[in-house]
C-alpha cells in the first residue's frame, strides 16, 4: 500500500485508509481510483498527483 | 531572442501558472522572481501542519532548484522588483538589473491585515502568511502554553484547532458572536464553536483586542471589555489585504486587488495578475480553486489562445477536525434565507435564493459527506 500527493495541494491519498467519505473504501489502490476524479481539496486531477514515500 | 514569460511571485498561484503553462508551450523561456526562497510549499498546509505533524523542512514540497528543473525555468530567488516599466516591457529589480518581459504574470499574493492596537508588544504581535512565517511562529511555540488569537475567521479556527494538537492552549478573539461570522449563519457557528470548545478552543466573543503589552516572558492582551488575558504568544489572523504597491506604482489600475479583466489582464497589455493580488470581476477569492481556475485560463492566453477565467461552485475546506465544515457563501447582495437541517452530528445549512434555488451552502460534521451530492446544484460564480 502506497500514498500519493498531490503536488498542487500537498494533499495526501492513503491507498491503506482509502476515503470513505468520497466513497472510496480503504485498501483501494491508486490504479483503481477513477480517472475523473479530483483531489477533494483542490480540485485538481489525478494526474497532478505524485506517488510519495513518507 | 523573445524576452521571456516573467512571473513575479512563488506561491501558489505563480508556481501553478507556470506549471500550466508548460502542460502547452515546453520551450519558450520562463523566469521566476520572488522575494523568498522560492520553494514550492502549499499555503493552506500552513495552519494544519501540527495535526499533520510536520515541520516546517517538511511542509517544503519541493525546492527552488528542483521547480527550476521540473518547470524548465529560471528561477531568481531572494530578489526584490522595485518596478515595472511598463512602456519598455521591463522590471527592475533592486540591485538595479533590468529584465525585459514579454509578458508580466503578477502573482505577489497578500499581506496580513495588522489592526490597529495600543501596547508595547503590539510589535510582537505575529501572523503565519508564508513558509518562513510559519517556521518563525513554530519556534516562538517551543515553550507556548498558551496562544490568543485574534480573529476566529477560516484562518483563525483551523490555527486554534491545530494548536491542540500540540497541547496549546488556543484562546479566539473576534468583534462577532460566532466562528466565521461571514460564511455561516448563526446557528450552524453556534455548533461549530461548541465543537470548538468542546476540544479545548476558548472564545472570548464580542470584543477586539486593544493593547498587547509585553508581561515576562509572555504576553498580556486587553480586550474592548476591560478583561485581560496572560497568554505566551499572540497570533493575528483577521485577514488579507491584495499586495498592489508595486502595480499601482506603474500606474496599473487597483482597487481593492490589482484589477483585471476576465482574460485576467490588468489596465496594461503583456501584464496578468492572478492569486491573492488579483481582483476579477470585482472579486478577490484567496482559495486554491479559483487560483487554479486563473493558472489554467491564463495558460492558454500565455500560448496565444486567448481564454476567459470561469468560476464553477468552489466550495471551501475547512480543516477544523473537531468540527469539519465546507462552505460555499451566496454571492455578496444574495437575497433569501438560510434553511438548516440539524442532527446531533452535523448541521446542513442551504441558503435559498427567492426564486426557490439554493444560492450557497455550509455543511458541518458528519454534514460534510454531502459536499460531493450539493455541489452541483449550487450556482456557478463566474458563467
Known amino acids: 500500500m502506497k500514498q500519493w500527493q498531490c503536488v498542487v495541494c500537498g494533499f495526501i491519498y492513503d491507498e491503506v485508509a482509502g476515503l470513505p467519505n468520497e466513497g472510496i473504501a480503504p485498501g483501494t489502490t491508486w490504479a483503481d481510483i477513477p480517472e475523473d476524479w479530483a483531489c477533494p481539496d483542490c480540485g485538481v486531477a489525478k494526474a497532478d498527483f505524485d506517488m510519495v514515500q513518507i | ?383
Open chain 2, 1 to 383: 531572442m523573445t524576452a521571456p514569460v516573467i512571473i513575479l511571485g512563488s506561491g501558489l498561484a505563480a508556481y501553478n501558472v507556470a506549471r500550466e503553462f508548460r502542460k502547452l508551450d515546453k520551450t519558450s523561456a520562463l523566469t521566476i522572481v520572488s522575494r523568498d526562497h522560492a520553494g514550492f510549499y502549499s499555503k493552506p498546509m500552513l495552519s494544519n501542519a501540527f495535526s499533520a505533524n510536520k515541520s516546517a523542512e517538511q511542509l517544503l514540497m519541493k525546492s527552488a532548484e528542483k521547480m527550476a528543473e521540473e518547470l524548465n525555468a529560471t528561477i531568481l530567488g531572494h530578489t526584490k522588483v522595485v518596478s515595472i516599466h511598463v512602456h519598455n516591457q521591463e522590471v527592475m529589480l533592486g540591485d538595479d538589473t533590468i529584465l525585459p518581459y514579454r509578458d508580466l504574470v503578477l502573482a505577489v499574493g497578500a499581506d496580513p491585515i495588522r489592526l490597529p492596537m495600543g501596547g508595547d508588544g503590539a510589535s510582537d504581535v505575529l501572523s503565519v502568511n508564508d513558509l518562513d512565517d510559519f517556521a518563525h511562529f513554530n519556534r516562538r511555540l517551543a515553550s507556548a502554553k498558551s496562544v490568543a488569537i485574534l480573529g476566529a475567521g477560516l484562518i483563525g479556527c483551523e490555527f486554534a484547532n491545530d494548536l491542540l494538537a500540540r497541547d496549546i492552549a488556543p484562546i479566539v478573539i473576534d468583534p462577532s458572536a460566532w466562528p466565521l461570522s461571514r460564511l455561516l449563519p448563526q446557528a450552524a457557528g453556534d455548533f461549530m464553536a461548541d465543537k470548538l470548545s468542546d476540544a479545548g478552543v476558548q472564545f472570548h466573543w464580542g470584543v477586539t483586542a486593544q493593547a498587547v503589552d509585553a508581561e515576562g516572558a509572555g504576553f498580556v492582551v486587553k480586550l474592548s471589555d476591560q478583561t485581560e488575558l496572560a497568554v505566551d504568544l499572540v497570533l493575528s489572523a483577521v485577514g488579507l489585504r491584495s499586495r498592489t504597491e508595486l502595480a499601482a506604482a506603474a500606474g496599473l489600475q487597483v482597487n481593492r486587488g490589482v484589477v483585471v479583466d476576465r482574460y485576467l489582464q490588468t489596465s496594461q497589455p503583456h501584464i496578468y495578475a492572478v492569486g491573492d493580488c488579483a481582483e476579477v470581476a470585482g472579486l478577490t477569492l484567496p482559495f486554491v480553486l479559483p487560483i487554479m481556475q486563473q493558472a489554467r485560463a491564463l495558460a492558454a492566453t500565455l500560448m496565444g489562445e486567448r481564454t476567459v477565467v470561469k468560476y464553477p461552485a468552489m466550495p471551501v475546506m475547512v480543516k477544523t477536525p473537531a468540527c469539519p465544515a465546507v462552505v460555499a457563501p451566496p454571492a455578496m447582495g444574495s437575497v433569501g434565507e438560510w434553511h438548516l437541517e440539524t442532527s446531533e452530528t452535523g448541521i446542513v445549512a442551504k441558503f435559498m435564493s427567492n426564486s426557490g434555488s439554493m444560492a450557497g451552502f455550509a455543511l458541518l460534521g458528519s454534514a460534510t459527506s454531502q459536499r460531493q451530492a450539493l455541489t452541483p446544484d449550487l450556482p456557478v460564480v463566474l458563467a
